[in-house]
């Protein structure tokens, strides 16, 4: 732990005295301890005390140190790193593997456009021998910004073929970096990675198309298609959101492939083909309505909720027309579902949220709510209700709400948690006796 007594200017003094000792294991201990000081107290002293030390420990006999005195440096502030920058880029020739990696690492400390002035050096670490410093100046090249990145997009497609298969899902994230415009030039060889023999790949392949804007993206389109049946469900999950960046009417060309992953073995593609489809024009995914109510009744609670969610991108109109199917989800087990399903009931026009059966199962939601949340989501629902009823009975459900809280939480004590279950209790009884009031004054007045 580093005190106040440890950043004095005596006690550092000594610090530096300390990089210069005679055993490797002193100056190590010293560079490490070093690196606890906070980075506004490294660059107070920088210069007067001990940075000069550092920087010479980068020559340093010992593989081990030279590498915490990369590590040290990288503690500075960007601006500060940046006087050192080219005594650390000669360290990407070191012998040692991760000092060639720690170098790396603190030069990726720097401000991308002081990194980009020392990118040809990084590049050129794509070449290392080492798979590591190969994977680690990937990472560092993926900070500079398009327009910099785009001018080593040739080394990037390199290791593509690296013989490291991790190496090759980072290159395809780095391009992935790139401006959707400059992207659609090398589209070729990130569509020929779907090919590849590691589903990593394939995965982040088919992630990468996804940049892509969707007139671009629409031209792949059908090797993307290719990708929902692929033995490894994360790759049907990426293919089914990268198909969800295309325009509507692209979209709805591959409805029969999206649809088919409904049926899929693992939940979370069954809800991506669902938030997929939830893209097609509402005319267009009212053709599809019978095989969204279908998932209403998948095993996973996230599956049902999403099928909810995309019943909610219909026209009110259409929805009306499975209204049943959602009021059903108001008895889900699941609070997450029933939520859900109260707003996609909020959906509706007001005319229909108000019929009598409808009106009394979202009510119901607030007369026995399970979480405080959930009727509060029912209470925004019951708002689209028209002002005959909701004048007069919003002022009951609220009242009955607050009663249920005090009720649940116990609110007091002793007499006090007992008074209040039992105003709730009564306070229910007057709930549903005014809510059957007004629903027949709205049924006499509407008649």
Known sequence: MVTSRMTDPGTLALHADALEDSSWRVRLTTLQTLRQLEPA????????????????????????????????????????????AFAVVARLEDSGCTVRQAALETLGKLAPATLAQHASAVVARLEDSNGYVRDQSLRMLRKLDPVALAQHAGAVIARLEDSEFL???????TLAKLE????????????????????????????????LEPATLAQHAFAVVAMLVHSCWYARQAALKTLGKLEPATLAQHAFAV??????????????????LSKLEPATLAQHAFAMLARLGDSYVYARAAALKTLGKLEPVVLAQHADAVVARLKDSKEFVRKTALATLGKLEPA?????????????????????????VAMQTMKALPKVITNNLNLFLRLGARNSLVARRGIGAGSICVGGALRFTGMRFRIVRAARGMRDTWRHGSG
């Open 167 to 173: 190496v090759r899902p980072l290159a395809l994230e």
């Open 180 to 211: 959707p415009a400059t992207l659609a030039q090398h589209t070729d060889v990130v569509v020929a990675m779907l090919q590849n023999f590691y589903w990593e790949v394939r995965e982040v392949a088919v992630e990468t198309l996804g940049k």
């Open 352 to 376: 229909t949220l108000a019929q009598p059966a409808l009106a009394a199962a979202i009510a119901d939601r607030l007369d026995y709510p399970a979480e405080l949340d959930e009727s509060e």
């Open 41 to 84: 107290t490294l660059a107070q002293y920088t210069l007067a005390l001990y940075t000069d030390a550092i920087v010479a420990r980068l020559e340093d006999s010992s593989r081990r140190v030279r590498e915490a005195a990369l590590k040290a440096l990288g503690e500075l502030e960007p601006a500060r790193l940046a006087q050192y």
């Open 259 to 276: 649809l088919a992953r409904f049926e899929d073995s693992h939940v979370d593609v069954r809800t991506a083909a669902l938030h997929t």
